[in-house]
């Protein structure tokens, strides 16, 4: 049994001591220690398809930032390679597809991709698991379909997504065979997670944003409510939609038990629009640019106006790289030392 299950009490709506916190990227660039493991791997996917490595990074945040659970160090990205579409991680730059999306036959051409397939990301997550001792929980993730098939059609980072946003636009039915495809390729590699020792899954949808609201309930909104539902009745999901705040109140009617927030909306009027789901959330990273009073301030108030109960701190989205270290240690201390009135 887990020796800290704050994280997991939160997500399953039960009271709590104290507030849970971690850090989406928590595992990253912010830490001396991950940079120096990184550079034991030739590339970026080379590292991340090194289990023993995976595991070493996953573990440093709870040793050294003292976070209530471990992240699995791995990508979304994998799933699109798994499926068949490898890819480059280009510094500096970030991902680059050589192969795209852009037919029916493109499609076909694409497995349904298991765990199996993805045998490194099990061993990562089993090696985690033993290095972390029943510390705290441990989560597993993957991509949300839309945001996988934005890359794929895509084929790489973009400000606006525009050709991805054409596929849907003009081969709606094409675009829904794609994304039951990543469907299903990510609840059967989601179930192997859990297997593989994933206390907790996260969904991350961090290109929700650029899609209007009828169609993030269209191409979006529907699949990862088809993967809550395979998957929430083993353990709790994080549903995490970057700028979508307009759907959260839809966001709430899925079967999910976590709503991740990014920084964009304030405490009350996310409660008020997601009933009874735990939030989780939501400081802009910016914040830990600041110094030390305006951090423990700012990071104070939020978590009096989320309140004690079904929350999970965290940022609104990833640490950057070049966020100070003895911030984030600050920001994590302040949620670790607080106590409600
Ligand atoms: O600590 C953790 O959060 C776990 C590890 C994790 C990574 N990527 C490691 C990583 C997680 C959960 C992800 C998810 C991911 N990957 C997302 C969704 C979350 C989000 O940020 O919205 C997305 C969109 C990706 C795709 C991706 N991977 C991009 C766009 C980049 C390049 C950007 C950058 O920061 O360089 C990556 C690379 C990546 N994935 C890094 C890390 C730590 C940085 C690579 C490095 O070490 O140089």
Sequence with gaps: MLKNDLLLRAANGQSVERVPVWLMRQAGRVLPEYRATRAKAANFIEFVKNPEL???????????????????????????????????????KGPWFEKTIKSAADIDALNIADANDLNYVMQALQKSKTALNNEVPLIGFCGAPWTILAYMVEGSG???????????????????????????????YLKGQIESGANLIQLFDSWAGVLSESHFYEFSLRYMEQICDAISP???????????????????????????????????????LTGTKTLQGNADPCLLYANAETI??????????????????????????????????LFVETVKNFRYA
Aim: proline share 6%; aromatic share 8%; hydrophobic share 45%.
């Design 54 to 92: 995976a595991a070493e990074v996953t573990v440093q945040p709870v040793d050294i930032l003292g976070v209530d659970a471990a992240i699995v160090f791995s990508d979304i990205l994998v799933i699109p390679e798994a499926m068949g579409l490898p890819y480059q991680m280009i510094e500096a």
């Design 158 to 188: 973009s400000k606006t997504f525009s050709k991805a946003k054409q596929f849907l636009y003009t081969q709606p039915d094409l675009a829904h065979r794609l994304l039951e495809k990543i469907t299903l390729s990510s609840i059967q």
């Design 234 to 272: 083993l353990v709790p999901v994080t549903i995490f939609a970057k700028d979508a705040h307009y759907a959260l109140e839809n966001i709430s009617h899925t079967s999910c038990n976590t709503i991740g927030l990014d920084w964009t909306i304030n405490p009350a009027k996310a409660r008020a």
């Design 296 to 329: 423990v301030r700012e990071t104070t108030a939020m978590l009096n106006a989320f309140g004690k109960d079904r929350y999970i701190c965290n940022l609104g989205h990833g640490l950057y790289p070049d966020l100070p270290k003895e911030n984030v240690k």
